[in-house]
T-cell receptor
Framework: GENVEQHPSTLSVQEGDSAVIKCTYS??????FPWYKQELGKGPQLIID?????GEKKDQRIAVTLNKTAKHFSLHITETQPEDSAVYFC???????????FGQGTILTVHP | GAVVSQHPSRVICKSGTSVKIECRSL??????MFWYRQFPKQSLMLMAT?????????EQGVEKDKFLINHASLTLSTLTVTSAHPEDSSFYIC????????????FGPGTRLLVL
């Protein structure tokens, strides 16, 4: 089955800096890669996703890049703000019914 | 759009009782819903995949007789934890797959279960 590795487990940045979280996956058949933000005590919130037919996608301060050859994808957050502080999860899916395999999560802390 | 609700948000029950958790897609139809369990400071663990009108598919190691799942309509799935024990205490989260988008999953706010 699919295995997703996520790094780093914790990330601390100053407000205004950029943050990068990286994930690797094992199943070359995976073709959908979402990123979720989870605040304490809440459910995960989809922030951006990318499909295997594109290499990069951007939405305001958030961007995701995908390298299918190397089987890794990354989340980039620019101009970080304290409200970006949360746990971020990457995931991968390759089946037709959308079963997701999650990474271990990254605790992002943005210091004012 | 794409809102998923869960009820209740928190529940405390006595050991041996059963607890039902509801998951609803409020503004879209979901042919598939997923149930996850999350322990503190850990990732989400998929418990089962629920398809409308058919039996749920459980992940390896998840007891289907203990975690009963029903998906009776395109907007509602329920998870019943039967004969709950303290080790069942956890954060249970559902997600719904938008029928219009084959992969996108939207998550509910989660249900915190505490079994005494």
């Amino acid at each position: 089955g699919e295995n997703v590795e996520q790094h780093p487990s914790t990330l601390s940045v100053q407000e205004g800096d950029s943050a990068v979280i990286k994930c690797t996956y094992s199943d070359s058949a995976s073709n959908y890669f979402p990123w979720y933000k989870q605040e304490l005590g809440k459910g995960p919130q989809l922030i951006i996703d990318i499909r295997s037919n594109v290499g990069e996608k951007k939405d305001q301060r958030i961007a995701v890049t995908l390298n299918k050859t190397a089987k890794h994808f990354s989340l980039h957050i620019t101009e970080t703000q304290p409200e970006d502080s949360a746990v971020y999860f990457c995931a991968a899916s390759g089946t037709s019914y959308g079963k997701l395999t999650f990474g271990q999560g990254t605790i992002l802390t943005v210091h004012p | 759009g794409a809102v998923v609700s869960q009820h209740p948000s928190r529940v405390i029950c006595k050991s041996g009782t059963s607890v039902k958790i509801e998951c609803r897609s409020l503004d879209f139809q979901a042919t598939t819903m997923f149930w996850y369990r999350q322990f503190p400071k850990q990732s989400l663990m998929l418990m089962a995949t629920s398809n409308e009108g058919s039996k749920a598919t459980y992940e390896q190691g998840v007891e289907k007789d203990k975690f009963l799942i029903n998906h009776a309509s395109l907007t509602l799935s329920t998870l019943t934890v039967t004969s709950a024990h303290p080790e069942d205490s956890s954060f249970y989260i559902c997600s719904a797959r938008d029928q219009q988008s084959s992969e996108t999953q939207y998550f509910g706010p989660g249900t915190r279960l505490l079994v005494l």
